[in-house]
């Protein structure tokens, strides 16, 4: 007979290296699509068009990466 801990999916958690890594990933995914919306902006004289699209496709794609990275352990 098998013990389960009271956990879904009989998995840990997951580590601190992979929470750090997830955090400067997230950075990265918020920070580069809004840094170009700024510089689009600025080129462009839209703005704040390209702040928004590059925030909101930064939270989008930090979504995603945090189900992809994450999914295991739900």
């Known amino acids: ?6 956990k879904r999916g ?9 929470l ?3 955090g ?4 990265v995914a918020v ?3 809004l840094l170009f919306g700024i510089w689009f902006d600025a080129a ?3 703005s704040p068009v390209g702040v928004g699209v590059g925030l909101l496709l930064g939270i989008v794609a930090a979504i995603a990466l945090i ?3 994450f999914k295991r352990y739900w």
């Open 20 to 22: 750090i890594g997830l």
């Open 24 to 27: 400067i990933v997230l950075a």
């Open 1 to 6: 007979m098998s013990r389960h801990n009271g």
């Open 44 to 46: 462009r004289h839209t």
């Open 67 to 69: 189900y992809q990275r």
């Open 31 to 33: 920070v580069l699509p």
């Open 10 to 18: 009989g998995t840990e958690g997951p580590s601190g290296v992979e």
